[in-house]
Structures are given as C-alpha cells and as structure tokens.
C-alpha cells in the first residue's frame, strides 16, 4: 500500500512563509520514476493544480503562485516539497500531494493552510 503523508500546513499572516512537505512510503512505490505534484482545494472551488515535478525535476506552476512558490523533490528521501512565500488570503485552501507514475495515481490526505488578512 502507498502512503502520501503531508505536513507544514498551518495559519499564517499576508506575506509569511510556510513550506509543506510530502513523505511518500510503501514496498511498491517508486518515488524517483513518479511525477509528484501538489494541488489545492478551497471551500466550494475545485481541486486545481498548484505545481507539479517531474521524475526529470521538471517543474511547472499555476500561474497564480508563479514566482512565489517552488517546489522540490529529494529521492533520497521519497519527499517532496512546497515552499510557499508571499502568502495571500487567496492561498487558502486543504493542500494535497500526488504522484503519478503510469498508470497509478495516489493522493495524500491533506494539509489546511489558512492565511488571515
């Protein structure tokens, strides 16, 4: 069984910092050969694509955190990472980790990260 298991969610204030993380386990699972990505969800929205990276360390970003959040990976440590900076109300929102590798798909539980005005 896969586990995905997200931490470093929290309340911060307009402009602070937090930075998320995301261990990945399990006998089966292949970290470096699976694209990891962590995706939002905010109270009545859709779930939508916050940045993804790929097994190649590619990455790419949803337009609204361009040049404010980055993330990482260390397959070492089957861990991936969301540093967020310049945090706005608008980030609000349950983050989730996921990884792909072809054709599986897995999802962590969530972390809430709440941002006061």
């Known amino acids: 069984q896969v586990q995905l298991v997200e931490s470093g969610g929290g309340l911060v204030q307009t402009g602070e910092s937090l930075r998320l993380s995301c261990v990945a386990s399990?006998?089966?699972?292949?970290?470096?050969?699976?694209?990891m990505a962590w995706y939002r969800q905010a109270p009545g929205k859709q779930r939508e694509l916050v940045a993804r990276?790929?097994?190649?360390?590619?990455?790419n970003y949803a337009d609204s955190v361009k040049g404010r959040f980055t993330i990482s990976r260390d397959n070492a440590k089957n861990t991936v990472y969301l540093q967020m900076n310049s945090l706005k109300p608008e980030d609000t929102a349950v983050y989730y980790c996921?990884?792909?590798?072809?054709?599986?798909?897995?999802w962590g539980q969530g972390t809430q990260v709440t941002v006061s005005s």
């Open positions: 996921n990884s792909r590798f072809y054709p599986y798909e897995y």
């Open positions: 399990g006998r089966t699972f292949s970290f470096s050969f699976s694209d």
């Open positions: 990276i790929t097994k190649d360390a590619t990455t």
